[in-house]
Each structure stands twice: as structure tokens, then as C-alpha cells.
């Protein structure tokens, strides 16, 4: 089957700065991934690359068994234009430390805008998913909140509701909890395990060790832009064989 994700040597550069020094990577349908590692270690680019928020210089990145932001003609590869790029990530849901609802719309709008803007849903249909989806993360009685009457948590839950209004075959998340207090972290871990429960593919960039033990069928520790290690969750969290990792997690468990 193919891949969802499938990154193949992809080499990142900030001007001189190798960010991601040969990354391999595969995701399957139903997989759940969660990369870990220290600060700077490359994993905020990685996801931002198989979304397509970032170019790569080198190596192949396909989501789906589409070859991202490229197209190839023979052996030569020609960059997409910009609509043809935001077709590809229009696939993919991604979920940032920061909930980024837009802060003038109720959390309802905040989950039908781009079904009704971008996939041009009729407007009841829209809403009447959204409540669905909002039901889902917890969030019914919530609906005509808007993000400044709700917490951190609950703007989260909000932001992952409208991420998978899209119906995402892909959901991205970077430290989707970092920011929250501590008492509001486990409604947004119930929701993703659930939706991990549910089938949904997903890449996870986490701190949480447990979420990721419980959760992840394949862990990643990253350091220095190398994918140093890569197993089972259980294996790499609970078992390192890399000395790097093992530092790594006595620092953070
Ligand atoms: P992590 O998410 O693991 O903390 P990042 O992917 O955010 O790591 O960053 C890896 C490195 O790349 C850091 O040194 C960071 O400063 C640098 N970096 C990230 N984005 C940019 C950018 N747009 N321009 C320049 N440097 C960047
Ligand atoms: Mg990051």
C-alpha cells in the first residue's frame, strides 16, 4: 500500500544553517508517528515541509504518492505555482502550538469557514458538521463562543475540529499542547487518542513521553536534524539503543 507520508533523504537549509541533514521517513494509512527530540532539532521543519509551508532542497517528500510542491518530467523536477501547491496541502490538517482561530469568529464559524469558502459546502450542511465535529471534541456547548470566551484547551479542541473539517486524509500536530496550562492538556490528549482510536493518520510533534508510549505506533527521536532513531514506541521510549536518545530521556521523563 502506499504510503501516506514518505520522506527520502529531504535536506533542509535555512541560508547556512543544514536544518533537516537527510531525513527518511515513512507514514502508513492509520499509523500515528510522533517525533521527539530536543529544541531545534528539526521537527517543527520536517512537519512544516510535508505540509508543504516549506520547500525542500533535496531528497523526495511524497504525501499520498504525490511527489510535494513538484512536479517530475523525465528526470527533471518542476517547481508547482502556489495554487497548484495549495491543492496538495488542502489534504493535510495541521493543528500549531498556538490555536490561530481567527479571533472574530465564533467557534462554529471558526469550523465551517473553509468549508464554505474554500470547498464551497452549502452553508446548513457546513454547519450542521461542524456541530458534529464540535460534539466531538467536547465542544456542543461551545459553538457560538468565541475564542477570547474560551480556554486555551478548548481553543485547541476547536482547532482540531477545524482542521478536520476538511476531512484531512493527514493531520499534523506541533506541540499541540506546549502552551497550555497543565490542567487543560488532558481533554486535548483524550481528543487525539480518540481520534487515533478512530483511524485518523497522523504526525505528532510532542513532550509528552506517556501520550507518546500510549499512543504512537512509531516514535522518531530527531537530534542535529538526523532522524537518530526510529521504532516502536515502546522500543524508543522505553528502550533506547542510541546513546543520544537515552540522554535525551532521562532529561525529559
Ligand atoms: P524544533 O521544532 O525541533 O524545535 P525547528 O524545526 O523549529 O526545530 O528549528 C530547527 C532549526 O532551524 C533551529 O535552529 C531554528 O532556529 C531554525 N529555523 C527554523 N525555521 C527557520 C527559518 N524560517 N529561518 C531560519 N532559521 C530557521
Ligand atoms: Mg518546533
Keep these: 500500500m502506499t504510503p501516506v507520508v514518505s520522506a527520502q533523504k529531504i535536506c533542509k537549509s535555512f541560508g547556512r544553517l543544514d536544518v533537516l541533514k537527510g531525513i527518511d521517513l515513512e507514514v502508513h494509512e492509520r499509523e500515528v508517528l510522533c517525533l521527539i527530540g530536543p529544541s531545534g532539532s528539526g521537527k517543527s521543519t520536517l512537519l512544516r515541509c510535508i505540509n508543504h509551508l ?5 531528497g523526495r517528500l511524497y504525501v499520498d504518492g504525490v511527489l ?47 468549508p464554505i469558502q474554500v470547498r464551497k459546502e452549502p452553508k446548513a450542511k457546513a454547519r450542521q458538521r461542524a456541530m458534529e465535529l464540535l460534539d466531538r471534541v467536547g465542544l456542543a456547548d461551545k459553538a457560538k463562543n468565541y475564542p477570547a470566551q474560551l480556554s486555551g484547551g478548548q481553543q485547541q479542541r476547536v482547532a482540531i475540529a477545524r482542521a478536520l473539517a476538511m476531512e484531512p486524509k493527514l493531520m499534523l500536530f506541533d506541540e499541540p499542547t506546549s502552551a497550555l496550562d497543565p490542567e487543560l492538556v488532558g481533554d486535548v490528549l483524550a481528543v487525539m487518542r480518540q481520534l487515533a482510536k478512530d483511524g485518523m493518520t497522523m504526525v505528532v510533534v510532542t513532550h509528552e513521553m506517556q501520550f507518546a508510549k500510549e499512543v504512537a505506533d512509531t516514535v522518531v527521536f530527531m537530534d542535529g536534524g538526523v532522524a537518530v532513531e526510529t521504532g516502536p514506541a515502546a522500543q524508543v521510549i522505553g528502550n533506547p539503543q542510541h546513546e543520544r536518545t537515552k540522554a535525551f530521556l532521562a532529561r525529559v521523563l
Design 54 to 58: 516549506e520547500k525542500i532542497d533535496a
Design 68 to 114: 510535494v510542491g513538484y512536479r517530475q518530467r523525465g528526470d527533471k523536477l518542476h517547481e508547482l505555482r502556489e495554487n497548484e501547491v495549495a491543492e496538495q496541502r488542502k489534504d493535510i490538517g495541521m493543528v500549531f502550538q498556538r490555536f490561530n482561530l481567527f479571533p472574530h469568529m465564533t467557534a462554529l464559524e471558526n469550523v465551517t469557514e473553509a
